[in-house]
């Protein structure tokens, strides 16, 4: 076994033993965010048609917090009209391990392009677009996104000047592959981030995302997503700036 490795597994056990290390956090940072919408249609498929109305959406509530100097722990629960739902409950391990790396374990939005990540209430738009929206595109699991049990390991890799790379994997449970079966399979997900600026005016990142699931455990059948993504930010002035991102995917069965 390499030295890296055991240099690895020596960290956690340490960190795990840390006696003075004690999660004394009793008031974590609590948030409640709403999504009240109001819409206009003039398709006659949808109803109703050519009147406005009014939806409260959702409500989330958010707990985050340092459990120690090490670890974070966030919860983040959904309430809507008719359900109640633990969306994320996850811890972070940051620091304190070699070669930069990260661990994420738990129940989260999956890394896959930009938006996933992302709750709906922090786009910068107001409908999910259509090539990552799971109602229209179909192209990635989940009723609203890609959200899974995993565990997640990351490094950050400078490389020279302004440019670096992000690369993450996660060993994901599968369950929102297959959602309406009791058949346990594995689903994995890479993904590699590089960020750069542009002549020193306009911060970059391009990734590229690669997932794969069981959606039928039984048949043994599997499903391919793969995924790329562009951002930008242009200076406009001191206090103007303009984002662009792009996104491709493609899926096969």
Excluded: C
């Excluded at 969306?87 to 972070?92: C, D, V």
């Amino acid at each position: 076994m390499s030295r890296y490795v055991w240099t690895l597994l020596l960290s956690i056990l340490l960190l795990l033993a840390q006696p003075k290390i004690q999660a004394g956090v009793t008031n974590p940072d609590f948030s409640a965010i709403g999504q009240f919408s109001l819409a206009y249609t003039d398709d006659h498929t949808e109803q109703p048609t050519a009147k406005p109305t009014l939806g409260l959406g959702e409500v989330e509530f958010v707990l985050d917090a340092p459990l120690n100097p090490y670890l974070n722990g966030a919860f983040v629960f959904s309430i809507s009209e008719d359900e109640f739902e633990i969306e994320e409950s996850y811890a972070t391990l940051n620091r304190g391990l070699p070669l930069n790396i990260g661990l994420k374990g738990g129940k989260y939005r999956i890394g896959f392009g930009r938006l996933n990540p992302a709750h709906p209430h922090t786009y910068p738009f107001i409908r999910t677009p259509h090539v990552v929206d799971p109602g229209s595109a179909l192209l990635l699991p989940g009723d609203e996104s890609l959200n899974d049990v995993g565990l997640q390991a990351s490094t950050l890799i400078p490389v020279i000047g302004n440019y670096a790379v992000l690369i993450s994997a996660d060993l994901l449970k599968g369950d929102s592959f297959h959602p309406d079966t009791t058949t346990a399979d594995f689903g994995w997900i890479g993904r590699i981030v590089n960020s750069f600026i542009i002549a020193d005016q306009a911060p970059s990142e391009f990734g590229l995302s690669l997932t794969q699931g069981t959606p039928d455990p039984i048949n043994k059948t599997k499903t391919l997503v793969a995924g790329a993504d562009l951002k930008t930010k242009i200076t406009i002035s001191p206090s103007l700036s303009a984002n662009s991102t792009v996104r491709i995917h493609f899926q096969k069965d």
